[in-house]
Nanobody, 126 residues
Framework: EVQLVESGGGLVQAGGSLRLSCAASGFTFDDYAIGWFRQAPGKEREGVSAISSIDGSTYYADSVKGRFTISSDNAKNTVYLQLNSLKPEDTAVYYC???????????????????WGQGTQVTVSS
């Protein structure tokens, strides 16, 4: 059974940090690119970051560049998203997702992802 399990969300003050984890199982982790998306109430799901399965290239939405960092530990089948300098507008449910192709990851197209986690809530207070 394919599973993506996010953890690490929580409530933090503006300027604070969190580290999200995405633990994967049930598929060949090394063959899949991993993306992070988020969805705030009343808004569409948006891509935040992604990491390529081919060469580890990383991609970020403009809104998080310089503040968020994606990384992968293939030995643990886990991808991390470090969130620094958090802002109230970062408040959302954060999802990780896996796709079999690393082509054009910077497009952050949700329907190109094969598997999704259940999400973890990040709330940033002002």
């Amino acid at each position: 059974e394919v599973q993506l399990v996010e953890s690490g969300g929580g409530l933090v003050q503006a300027g604070g940090s969190l580290r999200l984890s995405c633990a994967a199982s049930g598929f060949t982790f090394d063959d899949y690119a991993i993306g992070w998306f988020r969805q705030a109430p009343g808004k569409e799901r948006e891509g935040v970051s992604a990491i390529s399965s081919i060469d580890g290239s990383t991609y970020y939405a403009d809104s998080v560049k310089g503040r968020f960092t994606i990384s992968s530990d293939n030995a643990k089948n886990t991808v991390y998203l470090q969130l620094n300098s958090l802002k109230p507008e970062d408040t959302a449910v954060y999802y990780c997702a896996a796709r079999s192709s690393s082509w054009y990851l910077e497009s952050f197209i949700p329907w190109e992802y094969d598997y999704w986690g259940q999400g973890t809530q990040v709330t940033v207070s002002s």
